[in-house]
């Protein structure tokens, strides 16, 4: 049975009360979740950019994998996998104020491996932020 949005709403509730890297994402937003597909959303404030006032690159590698795996999740097999590849693309700044949307969509599920790819927008998704490509242990 393929888990959705509730499960992947309170997998993040508790992520984000426990004392691991999990909680800094205690403000991104699950918007939906199934059938391989998690979309999320963001404000982005000051705890989540670099000295230059911008969006920590950081920040989006942890929300690339986070919410790629939340997509993995809704998957049949259900395993969160372990990331053995993730690549990140930076395109354009985003600033304190400014809402990211993020959509995670699985590509393909083997019986081992999952790649998945996530696009970090902002503007109503007309100006990409961010393109990653994560790869995952499943066996």
């Known amino acids: 049975m393929a888990r959705g949005v509730e499960f992947i709403r309170n997998l993040v509730k508790h992520l984000v009360t426990t ?3 999990g909680k800094c994402m205690k403000n991104v937003n699950i918007l939906s979740a199934e ?3 998690c979309k999320a ?3 982005v404030s000051e705890e989540h950019t670099n000295l230059g006032g911008s969006l920590h690159g950081g920040f989006t590698a942890t929300v690339v994998d986070c919410v790629s795996t939340y997509a993995l999740m809704t998957n049949e097999k259900n395993s969160p996998g372990v990331s ?3 690549h990140i693309s930076y395109m354009k700044p985003a600033f304190p104020g400014e809402v990211v949307t993020v959509d995670a969509k699985t590509i393909r599920v083997g019986r081992s491996m999952a790649f998945l790819t996530v696009e970090l927008t902002k503007n109503n998704g007309k100006d990409v932020i961010a393109f990653g490509q994560h790869t995952k242990f499943i066996g």
């Open 19 to 21: 004392n691991t890297h």
């Open 35 to 37: 059938s391989g597909r």
């Open 41 to 43: 959303e963001f404000e």
């Open 84 to 86: 053995v590849d993730m």
